[in-house]
């Protein structure tokens, strides 16, 4: 039972890790939309504009989102049947670890190899370490262009990165995750 108590910190740090890497995704659509009639695409500047974030961030996830959709088969044009809209939230995340392990940790107290305090095992108190991390949310919005009424969203959450070759894979990972759930499928 020691032995597991042992690596339970190891395995946390794996399991936040882990989540750290992946996006979650969750979508929403109006059952009614024909979305087999829909071959054409469009940027939603209105909507675009409003987005929170840089100008180079926006133009990498709408050149994302338009490498995804032309992959799909889709055609950009100047009187589309989808208007593609986009809006974004972040949150900063703090993360507080208390490594105090109390008697038998490794640490400042207790008695130590040389005797007195000092290093060594004992009694252990540790300062608490502290992460910081942002955690982002994309909306995709997919709005019938004729009917001006939003036919399906997708959205997108995870963590994000401030390092530009890594944002930039960030970003497309996000777009690809969540219009991997578009077309919706249909149950009859």
Do not use: H
């Amino acid at each position: 039972m020691k032995k597991i108590l042992k690596f339970l910190p190891l395995l946390a740090l794996l399991v936040i890790v882990s989540s750290c890497s992946s996006v979650r995704v969750a979508t929403d659509y109006d059952k009614k939309a024909d979305f087999n009639s829909y071959k054409t695409f469009a940027f939603f500047k209105t909507g675009i504009d409003k987005a929170e974030i840089s100008d180079l961030d926006k133009r990498r996830i709408l050149r994302a989102i338009e490498a995804e959709l032309l992959a799909k088969g889709f055609t950009k044009s100047d009187n589309p049947d989808l208007l593609i809209s986009l809006f974004t939230k972040s949150n900063q995340r703090v993360d507080v670890y208390n490594n105090y392990w109390g008697m038998g940790a490794w640490g400042w107290g207790g008695f130590g190899p040389w005797g007195g305090f000092g290093p060594g095992w004992g009694w252990g108190w540790n300062q608490p370490s502290v992460s910081t991390s942002t955690q982002g949310v994309l909306y995709i919005d997919l709005i019938d262009a004729n009917k001006k009424e939003l036919v399906w969203q997708g959205m997108g959450t995870g963590f994000l990165s401030q390092n530009m070759e890594q944002k930039e894979e960030r970003i497309k990972e996000f777009v690809s995750k969540i219009l991997e759930k578009y077309p919706p499928e249909i149950k009859k």
